[in-house]
């Protein structure tokens, strides 16, 4: 049976190992975390609205599941030419027939990064913006800044939308509190239109939104540095905050930015359509870790990660005879997907491809569906219920 090795187990890697095992291949996952994160669902912990513990499946579980061997370990680096993989503890893997590189990316972090929060870095750092706004509600008051910030290396790495998502659910549980008027909102960010890749209908009414709550918006000017007491843009304007959340871009990962792999300016791995990596036979490369090409408004999403993960299991598999058919491609299926959630005034369900940008408004529904979507994710990663058509898991 061929050794299929898979690194990272986030939503690209367990899907990968998932459906590779389906097809008949010996599958191991090493990931430095023994838990799967939902990072879409995120957005709700320091608000209070879902426990960390929702959002976290144990990885041992989901092996034993999908039949897959987990490692728990750290990748520190990829000799592909050697054909080799270094971990932290158990040392140099070189038994597997094939490579599938899954482990997201780093962050481009603005200098004084230890005074901001971020909810899409180590998982646990969403508890503790949670416990930072908690003290300013228990105070009764204060100034909160949320802001994403640019990879001008790579802008498929720009992650505006769970900006938008955390700044409008603060806003919410803070008017539940009855707190609203005792805190300034700010919004921060470099780009001049800020978001306006979920095409123009969805910017403007993020930004139309964002000013009818009354949270300021401060866009335009690059983020010199974050303070104890602030953030520092570029011409030394200073935006007061007692708490700044801030969502960096992704970089590549420093372990594929030390590695022999091809990259691109960012150090995403370079692939080709059936998401194999170039000049490399043997390694695929998927989700947030692979240099994506398209259209000037791709994004590195969840729901991508997880279609690379099937046009990679498919071809792998095809290449093995395990599949009938031509070799697939990922670039099918780039689109922007997100059901923008406002906290309990609803949602606004943002899709964009190469024929059209839509923005639909779904007042206090949305929100319930992207609660519905939650449960329903995890319950098909359990195999407790079946995927659905047309729906990424
Ligand atoms: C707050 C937030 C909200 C989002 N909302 C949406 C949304 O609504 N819709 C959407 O489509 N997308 C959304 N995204 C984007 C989506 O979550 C990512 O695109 C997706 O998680 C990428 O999956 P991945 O498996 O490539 O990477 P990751 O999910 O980052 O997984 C990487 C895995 O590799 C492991 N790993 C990392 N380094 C190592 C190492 N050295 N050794 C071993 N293992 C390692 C990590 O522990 C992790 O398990 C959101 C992201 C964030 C942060």
Known sequence: MKKVLVLGGGIAGVEAASLLSEYGFDVTLVSNRDYYYIYPLAIWIPVER??????????????????????????????????????????????????????????????????????????????????????????????????????????????????????????????????????????????????????????????????????????????????????????????????????????????????DLPQNEAGFIKIDDTTKVIDFDYVYAIGDSAALEGPDWKAKQGHLAEAMARVCAFNIALKEGKAKGAPKSYKEHMSIICLMDMGTKGAGLVYRNDKKAIFLPMPIIGHYLKKLWGMHFKLVKMKKLPKLPYINY
Request: with cysteine; aromatic share 8%; hydrophobic share 40%.
């Open 50 to 259: 879902i426990k960390f513990n929702d959002i976290k499946m144990n990885l041992n579980n989901l092996a034993l599941i999908h039949n897959f061997r987990f490692i728990k370990d750290e990748v520190l680096s990829i000799k592909a030419k050697e054909k080799e993989v270094l971990l932290k503890e158990s040392g140099s893997l070189k038994d597997f027939d094939y490579l599938v590189i899954a482990i997201g990316g780093s962050k481009v972090n603005p200098k004084g990064m230890e005074y901001a929060y971020s909810i899409c870095s180590e998982p646990t750092q969403a508890l503790e913006l949670r416990d930072a706004i908690q003290k300013l509600v228990l105070k009764g008051s204060g100034k909160i800044a949320i802001g994403f910030g640019g990879n001008p290396k790579d802008p498929s790495g720009v992650r505006g939308g769970p900006a938008f998502e955390l700044l409008l659910n603060l806003d919410d549980y803070l008017r539940k509190l009855n707190l609203r008027e005792n805190f300034e909102i700010t919004f921060f960010a470099p780009m001049d239109k800020p978001g306006i890749r979920l095409g123009e209908k969805a910017y403007n009414s993020a930004i139309d939104m964002l000013k009818k709550l009354n949270i300021k918006i401060k866009t335009g000017k690059k983020i010199k540095e974050f303070q104890k007491d602030g953030v520092v843009l570029e011409d030394g304007e200073k935006i007061e905050a007692d708490v700044i959340a801030f969502i960096p871009a992704t970089d590549g990962h420093k372990a594929i930015k030390e590695s």
